[in-house]
């Protein structure tokens, strides 16, 4: 079955301590993204891939980052994660092409105390 | 700068009723256009793109949406709601040539039996 996957869906965490979540899709696409939704902002997006080793800020990357070493995974990294952090995160994918259709992961929610 | 705009934050209708949900949007150069819907608890699935060519764009589900370049518009209709279609639903655009996307805040759909 086609998907994207991401660990964990939810997480709690205190202030500073880094964290990975991680992001995997198994339909061999070349770009992959990364979003946050917040209520009343809708989604923003964080980092995006056009394919290995090739990453690009989008809208809100401070305090994140990211790496492409393989084509199927792409993890979030929060080195010190902070409360304005707490949000609900979600991994997307696209095959590079006219569209870009993404397909989402599940989301983590992710809170920070 | 490019965005979106989803002016309605929620939009009730009854079943059986035809249901719009508007977007409009600000990009440089030809916009490519996206509609997707999520569900409690999931993440995005995608409905419908405007690329080129009809400006009218039919989806899952029986959506379609309608591409209008002079008042920078995209609206999603569909002539009967169901009660199944209650989802929040968001609207988002990348510009011709560009990587990154945009995303409205989204609009909260309830359809009422």
């Known amino acids: 079955e086609a998907q994207v996957t991401q660990n964990p869906r939810y997480l709690i965490t205190v202030t500073g301590k880094k964290l990975t979540v991680t992001c995997s899709q198994n339909?061999?696409?070349?770009?992959m993204s990364w979003y946050r939704q917040d209520p009343g902002l809708g989604l923003r997006q964080i980092y995006y891939s056009m394919n290995v080793e090739v990453t690009d800020k989008g809208d809100v990357p401070e305090g994140y980052k990211v790496s492409r070493k393989e084509k199927r995974n792409f993890p979030l990294i929060l080195e010190s994660p902070s409360p304005n952090q707490t949000s609900l995160y979600f991994c997307a994918s696209a095959a590079r092409g006219v569209s870009y259709e993404q397909y989402f992961g599940p989301g983590t929610r992710l809170t920070v105390t | 700068a490019q965005s979106v705009a989803q002016p309605e934050d929620q939009v009730n209708v009854a079943e059986g009723n035809p249901l719009t949900v508007k977007c409009t949007y600000s990009?440089?150069?030809?916009?490519?256009l996206f509609w997707y819907v999520q569900y409690p608890n999931r993440g995005l699935q995608f409905l419908l793109k405007?690329?080129?060519?009809?400006?009218l764009v039919k989806g899952s589900y029986g959506f379609e949406a309608e591409f209008n370049k002079s008042q920078t518009s995209f609206h999603l209709k569909k002539p009967s709601a169901l009660v199944s279609d209650s989802a929040l639903y968001f609207c988002?655009?990348?510009?011709?040539?560009?990587?990154?996307?945009?995303f409205g805040t989204g609009t909260s759909l309830t359809v009422i039996p």
């Open positions: 339909m061999n696409h070349e770009y």
């Open positions: 405007y690329i080129t060519g009809d400006n």
């Open positions: 990009v440089s150069g030809n916009p490519y």
């Open positions: 988002a655009v990348r510009a011709e040539g560009g990587n990154q996307f945009y």
